[in-house]
């Protein structure tokens, strides 16, 4: 089979993990028989340098024609000055809801090797931890009313929340049968005793819950679940959310694995086509100098392989290489932790992935 992927390489390390997850899957296009045509187009700061606009129609339009979106990171010091709809982050909320993607799909996973590097006890990491967090991805204050005014204290600015129930049904109904697919727990999160929108995310929630009964249904208000996270990660399985609530709670959960740079999402929507990309961000202060993990970049890689082309043995094969590759001790400088290892340049690490991928066969491990 041939699969275009429109790779959207940003800025920053973006381009230095892109080419590590193109390697990665290219070598498991060759060893399962797959052509992947790789498509670039420009996205976030480049875009801005070279074309004068964060996100170009070209893009968008490139985007639409592929059959799945591969994207690094966006942003720096470089463009922070720029005005809100100038930003390289407007470009990546903007490629999100042209696509329809509302769906964002973030499992963080303790990989055993990694217990070293998580910031928890050890007796909190001891049965290792696999979350998913299902995070709404084109709504909420990300993309409500906002402006600027003068208000009683003079300059004031404002962003709002506003959810519908269509939208909390289909993100709903997502993580339900997410959970159905794992081990058949779910949380909702939000604000629901102080926000009106979270109150009806929390009735929308419940009513969905009566078609699930199969699922162990609970909620949570986000300050608890930030703290539970830390307390007690084993106790989750799928937790789903808003938008806002999602971005944040992802970092948290992202560093109890051990590191950001091991994190990989799935953004979809109504048709197979999504956007796959690791959850941090560009990281300006070690681009270009060969340190970055390729890893978060790698895995959103698999998570393309699994949801948009269905190829689950082959998601299989570079999940359970980055599995291998971490077991026998080869730690970028963001996990070495308290090791005692000497870290992994990022290409290093992508030639160890790609050692093991040329000798290995594929099993199952992974659930996502
Ligand atoms: C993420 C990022 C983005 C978000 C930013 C860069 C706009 O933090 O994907 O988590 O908030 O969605
Ligand atoms: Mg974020």
Request: proline share 4%; charged share 25%; hydrophobic share 40%.
């Amino acid at each position: 089979m041939e699969y275009r992927i429109a790779l959207l390489k940003g800025d920053g390390i973006g381009p230095e993990i892109t080419e590590s997850a193109v390697q990665v899957l290219e070598t498991v296009g060759a060893r399962f028989g797959h052509r992947f045509v790789f498509e670039p187009y420009l996205i976030g700061g480049a875009a801005i340098d070279a074309v004068g606009e964060p996100l170009p129609d070209k893009t968008v339009e490139g985007c639409l024609a592929s059959d799945s979106v591969l994207l690094g990171a966006v942003g720096g010091p470089k463009w922070d000055a720029l005005p809100a709809d100038m930003r390289p982050e407007k470009a990546l909320l903007g490629i999100r809801a042209a696509l329809g993607l509302y769906m964002n799909l973030r499992p963080a996973k303790l990989f055993p090797a990694l217990k070293g590097a998580s910031p928890l006890r050890e007796d909190l990491t001891a049965q290792g931890f696999d979350i998913l967090i299902v995070r709404e991805l084109t709504g909420g204050i990300y993309f409500g009313e906002h402006g600027t005014r003068t208000g009683r204290y003079g300059e004031e600015a404002f962003d709002t929340e506003c959810y519908s129930v269509y939208e909390i049904e289909r993100i709903g109904k997502a993580a339900f049968e997410a959970a159905r697919k794992r081990s058949g727990r779910l949380v909702s999160v939000d604000k629901a005793n102080v926000l009106e929108s979270s109150r009806l995310w929390r009735r929308t929630m419940h009513r969905l819950a009566e078609s699930y009964p199969d699922v162990a249904y609970s909620d949570l208000y986000v300050d608890n679940a930030a703290m539970q996270l830390v307390r007690d990660p084993q106790q989750f399985d799928v937790i789903v959310t808003s938008n806002l609530f999602g971005d944040i709670l992802s970092d948290e959960a992202s560093q109890l694995t051990g590191s950001i740079g091991m994190l990989a999402s799935a953004s979809l929507g109504e048709t197979k086509r999504g956007l796959f990309e690791p959850i941090h961000g560009s990281a300006p202060d070690i681009a270009g100098k060969d340190l970055a993990n390729p890893a978060a970049m790698i895995l959103s890689g698999a998570m393309m392989l699994r949801y948009a082309f269905g190829l689950a043995d082959e998601a299989d094969a570079v999940e359970n290489a980055v599995d291998a590759v971490l077991a026998r001790g080869c730690h970028t400088a963001d996990i070495v932790g308290d090791s005692g290892v000497r870290p992994l340049s990022g290409s290093a690490m992508t030639a160890e992935l790609l050692r093991e991928l040329g000798g290995q066969r594929a099993g199952s491990a992974r659930r996502y």
